[in-house]
């Protein structure tokens, strides 16, 4: 782990190696650390091009794109964590559209 990972409090999957993936929904996977600059208003974005979710009727995968945007205040949500989140829906038996809005709401939480 670098000097820079070791300085940056509360993210400990960001150069680790040993990371456990989570096969279900799990939003205890998202780190967040301090914003540097908070004086400035920017976007972050972050693009999931192959996020999937399970059809709660049919069992089969459900497809989307996500496209995550925000302007970061005090904390930012760190992107390691974020795929390993967005990976956990891989099993989660929820409509993708019903996804969005819990992902919303656990990053909204997170700040």
Same mark, same amino acid.
């Given at each position: 782990? *670098?000097n820079?990972e070791?300085e940056?409090? /509360?993210v400990t999957l %960001?150069? !680790?190696q040993?990371?456990r ?7 205890s996977?998202? $780190?967040? +650390?301090?914003?540097?600059?908070q /004086? !400035?208003d920017?976007?972050?974005k +972050?693009?999931?091009? $192959?996020f999937?979710s399970?059809?709660p009727?049919? /069992?089969?995968?459900? +497809?989307?794109t996500?496209y995550?945007?925000y302007?970061?205040?005090v904390?930012?949500? $760190?992107s390691? *964590?974020?795929? %390993?989140?967005? +990976? *956990?829906?891989? !099993?989660? /038996?929820?409509?993708? $559209?019903?996804?969005? !809005? ?7 939480k997170l700040?």
């Amino acid at each position: 782990m *670098s000097n820079t990972e070791k300085e940056i409090k /509360g993210v400990t999957l %960001l150069g !680790n190696q040993e990371v456990r993936y989570h096969y279900d929904y799990d939003p205890s996977v998202l $780190e967040r +650390f301090e914003n540097k600059h908070q /004086g !400035n208003d920017y976007f972050v974005k +972050f693009n999931c091009p $192959e996020f999937t979710s399970l059809c709660p009727i049919t /069992g089969q995968p459900d +497809f989307a794109t996500i496209y995550i945007a925000y302007v970061p205040n005090v904390y930012m949500v $760190e992107s390691k *964590s974020l795929k %390993l989140y967005l +990976f *956990s829906f891989r !099993n989660h /038996g929820d409509f993708h $559209e019903d996804c969005m !809005n819990i992902i919303m709401k656990d990053l909204i939480k997170l700040n």
